[in-house]
């Protein structure tokens, strides 16, 4: 069956550094484009950045932009993010996602890991 397992989440203070990971199995992994969102408490849920199946494109949300780098290893079938100078409202669950479309949509989430940046 299809698993995505996010690693990397925890405890950092302000301006500290993380890098999530994302780990597929039981998809052709570059087959799929990869979205990180977040979903912090009493909030909806938002989407972070996107990496293109065969990683040449990205985007961010103005949030994060020039913070974080979203990036995939397709022979290891992970996708990363790289979050530096992290603020405490980028406290939230993250979640990876992964979306392709083949005469369906075809759309798998990971079970988050908790990210908090506090003092």
């Known amino acids: 069956q299809v698993q995505l397992v996010e690693s990397g989440g925890g405890l950092v203070q302000p301006g500290g550094s993380l890098r999530l990971s994302c780990a597929a199995s039981?998809?052709?992994?570059?087959?799929?484009?990869i979205r990180w969102y977040r979903q912090a408490p009493r909030k909806e849920r938002e989407l972070v950045a996107t990496?293109?199946?065969?990683?040449?494109?990205?985007n961010y949300a103005d949030s994060v932009k020039g913070r974080f780098t979203i990036s995939r290893d397709n022979a290891k079938n992970t996708a990363y993010l790289q979050m530096n100078s992290l603020k405490p409202e980028d406290t939230a669950v993250y979640y990876c996602?992964?979306?392709?479309?083949?005469?369906?949509?075809?759309?798998?989430w990971g079970q988050g890991t908790q990210v908090t940046v506090s003092s």
């Open positions: 996602n992964a979306q392709r479309f083949s005469l369906k949509w075809y759309d798998y």
């Open positions: 039981g998809i052709t992994f570059s087959y799929y484009a």
């Open positions: 990496v293109g199946s065969a990683g040449g494109s990205t």
